[in-house]
């Protein structure tokens, strides 16, 4: 449980901060009037805050802050392997993958989407050793097609 709001602490730290502020403004030639003017309002403000800081819960406060938000899926996100293709500007890539067929698609997708080597195969049915080669394969051929032109 975190800490609650100590009263005394407080008092303390702004009895503190304030006897140097009087005195800086004394130092500096400010009439007595302002500085009690200054003095009423700084109270107000203080005691305003720890009315605030009072009621806060330390708990749920750290609690919220910690919550991991989801990631939204962005406009431009391909959802289909179609859309992910079309996506593609790199004209050598997107050769490689037309060249490997839909399978290396579907995987290149799924990895694109986030998925591991282990998890596709277990989505695709392709053992991870197959996927892990032709992924070389695919690399293989997108060097070369890069490299000719």
Known sequence: MA?????RRAENKYKK?????EQFMEKNGMPMDKILLMRDFDRVQFNSDRRFFEKIDYDSEQKLSKAIQPDLPKLNDPQTVEDFLNSITS??????????????????FLM??????????????????????????????????????
């Open 3 to 7: 800490k609650p709001y100590n009263h």
């Open 17 to 21: 901060w304030k006897e140097k502020d």
């Open 91 to 108: 004209i050598a890539f997107a050769q490689s993958l037309e060249e490997f067929g839909f399978e290396m698609q579907l995987i290149i």
């Open 112 to 149: 694109y989407r986030g998925y591991s080597a282990r998890e596709v195969s277990k989505i695709t049915g392709i053992s991870e050793w197959t996927i892990c080669r032709r992924l070389a394969k695919l690399n293989y051929a997108y060097q070369i097609r890069k490299t000719n032109k």
